[in-house]
């Protein structure tokens, strides 16, 4: 029986296994976000938070002690030159797994481990940028016409006529620019049934 044993064999042998995990730690540490189902998931946090509790403090039998177990020198170098400095004063728990749902090919739980420090995705609080639409500025509406023609003082009556008179060319404007885009389309369209 197994009772009481915690280890995730995750449908290998130890040594593939231990292959997987060693490759995946590599992976996460490199990229600093990876993803993989649940179940792996779970196995590589396990796998990785003693090793990142290792890289904090730099010393030859730790490099060493870490290489046994990531088998790559790149991945040990980028642990203990980058990794360290962000998670110095973190206390454990330096990952995070994020569920993403179910994939497409056999419905496996699929998700998102990450290395907490370095999403950058939670750090910017900038306030979204307001969009903006290509129709120009509003236009002024009747009652603030109104209120102009209200005043009796000449500026006011002037300043009125000038707002009609832009308006009256604006909207002289529009029906030409709409008549000119309706002979583009109809030369459009009898090009393609021409080559058609």
């Not at 231990?18 to 649940?38: D, P, Q």
């Not at 980058?82 to 699929?110: C, E, F, H, W």
Request: proline share 3%.
């Amino acid at each position: 029986m197994r009772h009481g044993k915690k280890v995730a064999h995750l449908g290998r042998t130890n040594t593939h296994r231990k292959a997987m995990l060693a490759n995946m730690a590599s992976s996460l540490i490199e990229h600093k976000r990876i993803n993989t189902t649940v179940a792996k998931a779970k196995a590589l946090k396990q796998f990785v938070e003693p090793l990142i509790t290792r890289s904090k403090e730099d010393s030859t039998h730790n490099r060493r002690v870490v290489f046994r177990s990531l088998r790559n020198k790149y991945a040990v170098t980028e642990l203990f030159r980058i990794v360290s400095d962000k998670v110095g004063d973190r206390p454990g728990g330096y990952t995070r797994i994020i569920k993403l749902g179910n994939r497409l090919g056999d419905n496996a739980d699929m998700a998102l481990i990450e290395l907490v420090d370095f999403n950058e995705v939670y750090k910017n609080d900038k306030p979204k940028k307001k969009k903006s639409r290509r129709r120009g500025a509003k236009k002024a509406t009747h009652t603030e016409v109104e209120a102009e023609l209200i005043d009796d003082s000449p500026v006011a009556e002037e300043a009125a006529t000038e707002t009609a008179a832009t308006e009256a060319t604006a909207a002289d404007v529009a029906p030409k620019n709409e008549a000119a885009t309706e002979e583009a389309d109809e030369a459009s369209t009898s090009e393609d049934e021409n080559k058609a």
